[in-house]
């Protein structure tokens, strides 16, 4: 902030000097006057000088767009020097080539708005076609077929020539097949094969090319592109099931991951716990206190970030859970209304401590690169981060399975759990048995947070989201069976997912609550009832 | 989802609500407020109504802090009429019924000459009647779906027309935008301002298969199905915008999902009425470069009033990195108004007061002039900034002039011939067709 005082200075500054500075020096030639357009800080202007440049063939133009396009293109209102800042750092002249020492203290970077950022991209597509590398060609080739202007099938042409890489040969293809589908004089031949590439396509952008494909076509072009529209349409249409089906695994994961640890206090012990989402939000906190640390010392290690906040956030949930267990509820065994009361209570207190401590606002936690974009299968896009919760959610399921079931405290919980006095008179601790199992309960609510600061606010009430949710999943899935909790999670989160596009989120969700309310009057003990007479005493 | 439940009943709210009761046990707790003992005769009061706690304490907390800054301000200038400010700052704790509890206790027990509070249309409906019968003053400084015109209030934020409409305009003109998504979190704010726009654009030949309205619940974080209907929906060969009135913390992970799904600001740039810098603060706005918000103020305005604001604002707050916004500004102009008045009818005394405001103007923070009008609202600069990477805005565009605001929709049939006029006519929702008052009860 400190920084950005100066620069709005600076910036007040460059203004003043804008508004006195009337007269434009003299200008040695055509390209020269384009690139001092970039100084009179006018979107028209960039403009102007975008079109001009892009069309002027000199060697310094796609070095001049392409800083455009990553902000790297600074402009010196005072003496309209433009400079071009290098990925490398190096400075030059834009207009010039010659190298540049430094940049003049009142240069700020050209600034652009939507319609400019797609004009330069149209421009960069245009000047990167024949460049050597693959990946710039690609995504040249990508963006003729947003762009489909006319004047580049030429160039288009040229470059489909000359290109060998598969994919890009593709892109090029389909780029060149949207412009002759707009072209007013190409053949009707000409004009059938390009919707045969465009329906071969197939997804929303061919779709979009197709719909908008005006009126005035021969009626047989006109005729084979209705066939591809709606042949497009079917096709989506199947795979907006499996893209539902999809963000269901997934809304049902995130539901999975914030019931996983209620299922133990509250499925397994029978803790009414309130203070869950707090636990949740506890380790959502620790993900951010972590990547605080690795910004201010170790930049280097922010990728890991969440890598080293797990086990902390395990640790530091784990241990308020089992501080709560010793401090409160062993009081309370056996009188749910007051437990419920006293976690309730107790989830107010964490927040406004939190809220004390962090301030009101939301924090910002960082995605790793490995959690930011997506990627596509066939028509669906499926972001990393909700893949990777997906799978970080199974893992945490499985281990935990495995834990209840392989080693001695597991089976302890589930003996003190399943008949208490009993495990008792075998000599099992059963007050220590408690603690642990609510502080196991709470670590893996910790864990759960640091999974969650990556896809909501990290805010004093991010708990308060997830508590109604993750009480429903446990009820739903059976109160005591850690495979009703998935079971049932995935099943609301598919439901929840295929009727939101019908009814709307809101009535969705409505909905959602009156079928699972239906259904408790119906199997009370949930989806997967526990037998026996442990459950009666 | 049960949650949800008590927000659909609770519909009337401006941000997410909580459970009421979990309000009220926090109110209990936090009920201190921290007025002293005894009040010299020599100050004047000066009632602070947000929420510290709750919910709304992560937006409404900021404005506490700005009328004490304000006060403080004031105070090192000799206060009003020689008197020293005092400020009485009381917690309603996110908590509806206990706003209109808290504006009572500043009125009665207190005695403060004005109060300045409220961000949710719902703790503004609560207090109202409170207002009414006590007879004291309200400065509403956040952005509102209109519709409304009282005369113990005073509306300094934007009313509709001077928020959605000219960023919609902007949209049409500039982007050349042709199919519109009007995204909204299921409350009275969205919903009021999408039938206002909705009427809008229909008015402007936009046809109704080219309009998608969607609301999600308070709160809302599972944005992928959301965000893939929008991507659907923009892909019909016209040019599609996002016009947002999604609540604050819902943003968060709405802007996450777009950036995730690739969704570029030139390809589908979204229009937000309800992230400012704040909201900002808490994400990684590299992937929303270029996504658009309209307000009435940007921090990254370059004025020497809002130079002069935001250094003396993080010097009283002693932190360097402390962001302004435009309910900020909001709180700064009507504090202004106030002092002008009181100082302009050398009196407290809230009838005075409200009489002597229509008509007082002060300078707002990006060099234009905030005018108090007949209908209790202020005329108000729109501009519509664009999301840089560093969380500021870069101002794109702006209305040549002030807009006045409206009380009243003219979009929308029911309210098009009502306007407030607290000076000729006395009455805040006169009917200029039937020439009639329609009194209170509205």
């Known amino acids: 902030m400190f920084a950005n005082c100066i620069d709005r200075f600076r910036a007040l500054f460059l203004s003043i000097l804008l508004l006195s500075c009337f007269v434009l020096p003299a200008m040695a030639g055509p390209f020269e006057d384009s690139v001092a357009k970039f100084a009179n800080d006018e979107f028209s202007d960039t403009e102007d000088a975008v079109g001009e440049i892009a069309s002027s063939g000199n060697p310094l133009a796609s070095p001049i767009i392409s800083a455009l396009q990553d902000g790297r293109l600074s402009a010196d209102p005072d003496s309209k020097k433009v400079f071009i800042t290098q990925p490398d750092g190096k400075i030059i002249d834009a207009a010039t080539g010659a190298a540049v020492d430094k940049l003049p203290d009142n240069a700020a970077a050209v600034r652009l708005n939507n319609r400019l950022r797609r004009t330069v991209d149209a421009a960069v597509g245009g000047l990167t076609l024949m460049s050597s590398d693959p990946a710039k060609r690609l995504s040249a080739a990508q963006s003729v077929l947003k762009s489909h202007e006319e004047s580049m099938l030429p160039t288009v042409d040229s470059a489909l020539a000359k290109e060998t890489n598969k994919s890009t040969r593709q892109a090029l293809a389909e780029g060149r097949a949207a412009i002759i589908l707009f072209k007013s004089d190409a053949s009707d031949s000409d004009k059938l094969d390009a919707v045969a590439v465009i329906k071969a396509r197939g997804d929303q952008e061919a779709l979009a090319l197709l719909t908008s494909l005006d009126a005035g076509q021969p009626p047989l072009v006109a005729k084979a592109a209705a066939s591809a529209i709606s042949s497009i349409q079917s096709n989506l249409a199947l795979w907006s099931t499996v893209q539902n089906a999809w963000y269901g695994l997934s809304l049902g994961s995130v539901l999975l991951l914030a019931a996983i640890g209620l299922a133990i206090t509250f499925g397994v012990m029978g803790v009414i716990n309130m203070a869950h989402g707090e636990m949740v939000m506890l380790g959502a906190y620790t993900t951010f206190a972590v990547q605080e640390v690795i910004r201010t010392s170790y930049p280097g290690l922010f990728d890991y970030s969440l890598l080293i906040a797990l086990p902390l956030a395990f640790l530091v949930a784990g241990g308020i859970g089992v501080l709560i267990e010793r401090s409160i509820i062993r009081f309370l065994y056996g009188r749910p209304l007051e437990t419920l009361l006293a976690t309730w209570g107790l989830s107010l207190v964490l927040q406004q401590a939190v809220r004390t401590l962090f301030g009101p606002t939301n924090r910002e936690v960082g995605n790793p690169s490995w959690m930011s974009g997506a990627f596509e299968v066939g028509q669906i896009t499926i972001t990393y981060n909700r893949l990777w919760i997906f799978c970080f959610t199974l893992a945490v399921f499985a281990i935990l399975l495995a834990m209840l079931r392989y080693t001695a405290l597991g089976l302890e919980m589930r003996a003190v759990t399943q008949n208490r006095r009993m495990a008792a008179s075998m000599g099992i601790a059963t007050s220590r048995v408690d603690a642990l199992t609510f502080g196991l309960g709470s670590g893996i609510a910790g864990i759960a947070g640091v999974a969650l600061s990556q896809i909501d606010n990290v805010s004093p009430n991010l708990g308060q989201s997830y508590i109604i949710d993750s009480f429903m999943v446990v009820v739903f899935g059976g109160v005591g069976n850690l495979w009703g909790t998935l079971v049932g999670a995935f099943t609301l989160g598919i439901a929840n997912k295929f009727l939101e596009p019908v009814a709307g989120a809101v009535l969705g969700k409505i909905a959602i609550l009156v079928l699972i309310i239906l259904f408790i009057q119906k199997r009370p003990r949930g989806l997967f009832a526990l037998k026996g007479r442990a459950v009666e005493a | ?442």
């Open chain 2, 1 to 442: 989802m049960l949650t949800q439940l008590t927000h659909d009943i609770a519909t009337v709210t401006r941000r997410r609500a909580l459970a009421a009761t979990a309000g009220l046990v926090m109110g209990l707790a936090a009920s201190s407020s921290f007025s002293p003992a005894q009040a010299a005769d020599d100050t004047i009061k000066v009632g602070i109504l947000h929420s510290l706690s709750g919910t709304m304490a992560i937006s409404e907390s900021t404005l506490k802090d700005t009328v004490l800054f304000m006060i403080d301000e004031q105070n090192k200038k000799g206060g009003v009429m020689g008197k020293k400010l005092e400020a009485v700052v009381v917690d309603p704790a996110s908590n509806w019924p206990l706003f209109a509890e808290k504006a009572r206790e500043l009125i009665t027990k207190d005695k403060v000459a004005v109060v300045f509070g409220c961000w949710t249309s719902v703790s503004r409906k609560s207090v109202l009647p409170v207002f009414k019968e006590l007879n004291n003053i309200l400065f509403y400084p956040v952005q509102y779906e209109g519709e409304e015109s009282e005369r113990n209030v005073f509306y300094t934020g934007a009313a509709p027309n001077q928020q959605a409409i000219p960023a919609v305009d902007y949209l049409m003109k500039d982007e050349k935008v042709k199919r519109w998504v009007l995204a909204g979190t299921d409350y009275v704010y969205p919903r009021t301002t999408n039938k206002i726009l909705e009427a809008y654009l229909k008015s402007k030949g936009v046809a109704q298969e080219d309009i998608m309205i969607n609301y999600t619940p308070f709160g809302h974080s599972d944005w992928q199905t959301i965000v893939a209907d929008i991507k659907k929906f923009g892909s019909a060969g016209k040019k599609t915008a996002v016009v947002s009135t999604i609540n604050g913390d819902a943003n968060v992970p709405f802007y996450k999902e777009l950036g995730n799904q690739g969704i570029k600001a030139k390809d589908i740039p979204v229009v937000a009425f309800s992230v400012g810098e704040e909201e900002l603060a808490g994400i990684d706005a590299k992937p929303l470069v270029g996504h658009l918000a309209a307000w009435n103020y940007f921090e990254s305005i370059k004025t020497p009033a809002n130079e002069k604001f935001i250094k003396e604002w993080q010097a009283y707050t002693k932190n360097p990195k402390r962001t302004t916004n435009d309910p900020m500004e909001a709180t700064y102009i009507g504090f202004n108004l106030w002092v002008k008045a009181v100082e302009k009818v050398k009196s407290t005394d809230p009838d005075k007061v409200i009489d002597a405001l229509p008509g007082i103007e002060t300078a707002n923070l990006t060099g234009g002039t905030a005018k108090v009008l007949p209908n209790h609202h202020i005329t108000k600069p729109v501009y519509i900034g664009e999301i840089k990477a560093n969380g500021q805005f870069d101002v794109v565009w702006k209305t040549p002039a002030e807009v006045a605001g409206d009380a009243w929709s003219k979009e929308l049939p029911d309210s098009k011939d009502l306007v407030g006029d607290w000076v000729g006519k006395k009455c805040g929702n006169y009917n200029t067709k039937t020439s009639k008052c329609l009194g209170s009860g509205s």
